[in-house]
């Protein structure tokens, strides 16, 4: 009898720590140029060989896609947005889902697979506007809020660094 259990709890016991294919590419610590958790950036990264970053940008926006295999995993984007907003009106405009996570008194609103933040002191003033950041990993089979929370802060703090910061909306 002891065996007949044993033999069934061993094959879900192998299967719980298989996360897929191996990583043949190193993950970064930056996208778009811009210094980023990398760790938290693995969280929602799949295994594979080929691991690409390709600028994508149109007027007042400034971002990335991340791909894996030839598969959109994750973007990034810096969107100049009308001053006085908050991170949580920006983000419902632009999310794939619902934001039901907030940190730092509503700067961020993220969930388990993208994230909205709101920059300090990157603001054009000609144009009334600011600056936020966008985190979506919406190609990615993995959900982790806190991981999106790490990401996006890391994300934003680097644009609040970068010359995209004063260089205001284009």
């Known amino acids: ?21 191996e990583r043949a590419y190193v993950v970064p610590d930056a996208l778009c140029g811009r210094a980023v958790d990398g760790d938290a950036l693995a969280s929602f990264l799949p295994g594979g060989r080929e691991f690409a970053v390709k600028g994508k940008s149109s007027s007042g926006t400034e971002g990335c896609q991340v791909v894996v ?6 973007t990034t984007a810096q969107i100049w947005a009308e001053a006085g907003r908050t ?41 009334q506007q600011e600056l936020y950041t966008v985190i979506q ?16 802060l890391s994300f934003t703090e680097a644009v609040e660094e970068s010359a995209a910061c004063t260089a205001g909306a284009l």
């Open 69 to 74: 295999d030839g598969k959109l995993i994750v």
């Open 87 to 127: 991170t949580a009106f920006t983000g419902a405009r632009q999310s794939i889902g619902a934001l039901d996570e907030a940190a730092e008194g509503g700067r961020f609103v993220y969930s388990g697979k993208e994230a909205f933040g709101k920059t300090r002191g990157c603001v054009d003033a000609e144009y």
């Open 137 to 152: 990993a919406d190609g990615s089979k993995r959900r982790d809020a806190d991981a999106m929370k790490r990401l996006i």
């Open 1 to 21: 009898m002891v065996r007949v259990v044993v033999a069934m709890i061993v094959p879900l016991l192998t299967g719980c720590g298989e996360r897929g294919p």
